[in-house]
């Protein structure tokens, strides 16, 4: 079972950046597919970035944000540039082991396992 461990976040102001960090403890992670959601108050968890055979971004992010991963560290990143404050949230990263396919990363119901959430707060 993947233990998935976030690190990263924290305060920052409109269009700076901030990368997050999700580390597994499971030897198979390169199999896995990552994801990223987020969660702002109020509202419902969305999807942000995923990462499997290759990359994909939601809308609000395309341009601003990177994922990628080291399977030599068990590690995805989450790389966030030019931030506005309505990406204030909660994130999450999350795995799955099956995914194939955009549509697929968009739903929550397909992951696995999810870290412990990391705040990213963005001020105007």
């Known amino acids: 079972q993947a233990h998935l461990v976030q690190s990263g976040g924290g305060l920052v102001q409109t269009g700076g950046s901030l990368r997050l960090s999700c580390a597994a403890s499971e030897r198979t992670f390169a199999s896995f597919g990552m994801g990223w959601f987020r969660q702002a108050p109020g509202k419902e968890r969305e999807f942000v970035a995923a990462?499997?055979?290759?990359?994909y971004y939601a809308d609000s992010m395309e341009g601003r944000a990177t994922v990628s991963r080291d399977n030599a560290k068990n590690t995805v990143y989450l790389q966030m540039n030019s931030l506005k404050p309505e990406d204030t949230a909660v994130y999450y990263c999350?795995?799955?082991?099956?995914?194939?396919?955009?549509?697929?990363?968009?739903?929550?119901?397909?992951?696995?396992?999810w870290g412990q959430g990391t705040q990213v707060t963005v001020s105007s």
């Open positions: 999350a795995a799955t082991q099956y995914c194939t396919g955009y549509t697929c990363y968009l739903r929550l119901a397909e992951y696995d396992y």
């Open positions: 990462i499997g055979g290759t990359t």
